[in-house]
């Protein structure tokens, strides 16, 4: 079945520093992706989102880039603040028998220290 | 606001005693979901619904009932909670599209 597969956490980095969280995932078909974000003791919040290969999408600074040949789906910031700190979850969606069910990765929590 | 609400969001209870968790959404939104979140293992789905009256199972359904019989609600009901059902539970929200709007998630501790 589908998966999706992110790099392991903690990640800790200073202030200002650049940031990349990899995700890859494996899928029949062309699944849309999606980064979503958990701040301490929030529910998740929709980070942004790629429909189709080659799509970037973009929001807050941050951006991903829907790679088909590579099945990736890797998030970056170039200059991170202390209020990133938080999990960071990417996701893809799966049509199966009209069930719009988001498939995840583990969530990588990211520490922004000042 | 659009906003997708859930209470409680804390709750500690012991075996085998009965629960709902509720969840909200006003959005107009057909499709509701719930999902469950444990450590190391992301969120999994427990139980969705195309609409008002059709209900299926997740990929974890095993211990949870839901129901939905106005479009904006989505109780999800443990009959017998066990040790095992103890996680943060999201209810989520969508149009039918791809994107899902979540609630702000129950903590639920079954001793």
């Known amino acids: 079945g589908n998966s999706v597969t992110q790099m392991e956490g903690p990640v800790t980095l200073s202030e200002e520093a650049f940031l990349t969280i990899n995700c890859t995932y494996t899928?029949?078909?062309?699944?849309?992706l999606f980064w979503y974000v958990q701040y301490p003791g929030e529910g998740l919040q929709l980070l942004l989102k790629?429909?189709?290969a080659d799509d970037k999408g973009s929001n807050k600074g941050f951006e991903a880039t829907y790679r088909k040949e590579t099945t990736s789906f890797h998030l970056e910031k170039g200059s991170v603040q202390v209020s990133d700190s938080a999990v960071y979850f990417c996701a893809l969606s799966e049509v199966k028998d009209s069930n719009y069910q988001l498939i995840w990765g583990a969530g990588t929590k990211l520490i922004i220290k000042p | 606001e659009a906003q997708v609400t859930q209470n409680p969001r804390y709750l500690i209870t012991v075996t085998g005693k009965k629960l709902t968790v509720t969840c909200s959404q006003n959005?107009?939104?057909?499709?509701m979901s719930w999902y469950r979140q444990d450590p190391g293992l992301g969120l999994r789905q427990i139980y969705y619904?195309?609409?008002?009256?059709?209900?299926d199972k997740g990929d974890v359904p095993e211990g949870y009932k839901v129901s939905r019989k106005e479009k904006r609600n989505f109780p999800l009901i443990l009959e017998s909670p066990s040790p095992n059902q103890t996680s943060l539970y999201f209810c989520?929200?969508?149009?039918?599209?791809?994107?899902?709007?979540f609630g702000p998630g129950t903590r639920l501790t079954v001793l």
């Open positions: 959005m107009n939104h057909e499709y």
């Open positions: 790629a429909t189709k």
């Open positions: 989520a929200s969508s149009t039918g599209g791809r994107e899902q709007f």
């Open positions: 899928a029949t078909g062309y699944p849309s």
């Open positions: 619904s195309m609409n008002v009256e059709v209900t």
